[in-house]
Nanobody, 125 residues
């Protein structure tokens, strides 16, 4: 299983970016895809996740109301629309996926079997 992420880059505070993550194959019917991020000197943190089998989503409190995760099941692709970006959103964003997670594990990095390469998001004026 491979994950291919794209869409990072520089943006000014208040701006928007959309990240995409394509999954090469599903291992189970209930795949979950999402993003974690890691800023320099900080721990990796959960951002958002979405189920490919239904429309359930989960967000970190820090991004609720600003970020929207969505998916295209036909393409096995998840998207993270990031709006009203703040300097503290700057980080390397990692796409993740797993086929066996229960909902209570979605925010746990160690629970995900598959990780994509990181994509850098820079927020500065």
């Amino acid at each position: 299983v491979q994950l291919q992420a794209s869409g990072g880059g520089p943006v000014q505070p208040g701006g928007s970016l959309r990240l995409s993550c394509s999954l090469s194959e599903r291992t189970t019917w209930r795949m979950v895809m999402g993003w974690f991020r890691q800023a320099p000197g900080k721990q990796r943190e959960f951002v958002a996740a979405i189920s490919l089998s239904d429309r359930n989503t989960d967000y970190a409190d820090s991004v609720k109301g600003r970020f929207i995760i969505s998916r295209d099941t036909a393409k096995n692709t998840a998207y993270l629309q990031m709006n009203s970006l703040k300097p503290e959103d700057a980080a390397v964003y990692y796409c993740v996926a797993d086929g066996t997670l229960i909902r209570s594990s979605w925010q746990m990095a160690a629970a995900y079997d598959y990780w994509g390469q990181g994509t850098q998001v820079t927020v500065s004026s």
